[in-house]
């Protein structure tokens, strides 16, 4: 499994890019960082996109890669979610007033997008991987995402707080060969981490010891929010936790 992580952080700053991760150049987790990574042939290429939850910096690029590849492909993108994150995109996004409705242009028979409801906790396949959805703790209904093509099984935390069935989830896999987890405030915001969802240095350390792959597996952080990069950055390293970096930005994992 190749995994490109396109955009890899909380915010949006000069070269630093919200969340989108590519796996195996055909299937992308969120839509934060597409149009300003993607070449137009690989952004005409996406035939699938899975949005964890309705937050712009999860969703806003579906609008401009609509746009891009209008005309240039041959088949509907289909962009997967939870019943709330479709309804929220449908009725707040691509609504006809934000932005077009691309479900419907160029036509109703062949438009740009399509729209596939996935249910918690109920694993679908698509681009010959299986994808577990499972709900983790955020202001509005978020899913992580457990990715496995058989042989190589990853698990992607989205944004969260501290969470509980996420990790009884993932235990129960036979093996977790990478975790993907956000954090995104430094400790000492811990109050703000608490009321936006997230995770600092010091909530991201309990949380690890509910993963029983731990020192096992390999740890990925990411959504740090720009502004307080420095400071996540020294404090995660100081946690001193085996196999866990920071990603990188446009960083090619190969697992
Ligand atoms: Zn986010
Ligand atoms: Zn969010």
């Not at 041959?74 to 449908?90: A, F, K, L, Q």
Request: net charge positive.
């Amino acid at each position: 499994m190749e995994i490109r992580a396109l955009g890899v952080y909380g915010n949006q700053l000069l070269r630093k890019r919200t969340t989108t991760f590519m796996i195996n150049h055909t299937l992308l987790i969120d839509a934060g960082a597409i149009t300003a990574s993607l070449t137009l042939k690989e952004q005409a290429e996406i035939n699938n996109i899975i949005l964890t939850h309705s937050h712009a910096d999860h969703i806003k690029d579906i609008a401009f890669l609509a746009d891009n590849v209008i005309g240039r492909k041959p088949v509907s993108i289909t962009i997967y979610g939870s019943e709330t994150v479709i309804n929220d995109v449908r009725e707040h996004y691509l609504n006809d007033k934000i932005w077009p409705d691309f479900t419907i242009i160029p036509s109703t028979q062949n438009p740009v997008f399509k729209y596939e409801v996935i249910e918690v906790e109920k694993e679908f396949s698509v681009c010959n991987l299986k994808i577990m959805p499972v709900r983790v703790n955020h202001p509005v209904f978020t899913t992580g995402l457990i990715v496995s093509d058989g042989k190589v099984t990853v698990a992607f935390s989205s944004d969260t707080s501290p969470t509980e069935r996420f990790w009884e989830v993932v235990n129960s896999y036979r093996k977790i060969d990478a975790l993907f987890i956000e954090t995104s405030f430094p400790s000492e915001l811990e109050k703000l981490a608490e009321v936006s969802g997230h995770l600092t240095p010091a909530m991201l350390s309990k949380e690890l010891e509910k993963f029983r792959f731990l020192g096992k597996s390999r740890i990925f952080i990411y959504h740090i929010k720009p502004a307080f990069e420095r400071k996540v950055k020294r404090e995660i390293m100081k946690l001193g936790i085996p196999n866990l970096r920071i990603l990188r930005q446009n960083e090619i994992i190969k697992l």
